[in-house]
């Protein structure tokens, strides 16, 4: 038995169905790129983590190469 749908009802499944398939889309985005954001917070870490061995002259240099000196 095929009922006939009103134009509202018809507009709301096709917004839910396409609200579907943007969020499946985002869904998939994340998934690829969370592993390479994980990655750039751990080189993050790590270059916290030598910062503080450097030696004075290597704090200098280390400026000097940010400021593209």
Do not use: F, N
Request: glycine letters at 6%; aromatic letters at 2%; a positive charge.
């Amino acid at each position: 038995m095929s009922e006939k749908r009103s134009e509202k009802v018809r507009k709301v499944l096709q917004l839910e169905g396409r609200a579907a398939e943007l969020l499946a889309d985002y869904e998939g985005g994340l998934a690829r790129i969370t592993p390479t954001k994980h990655r750039a917070e751990q080189c993050i870490q790590q270059a916290k983590a030598i910062k503080p061995t450097l030696s004075v002259c290597e704090l200098a240099e280390l400026r000097r190469a940010r400021s593209g000196v």
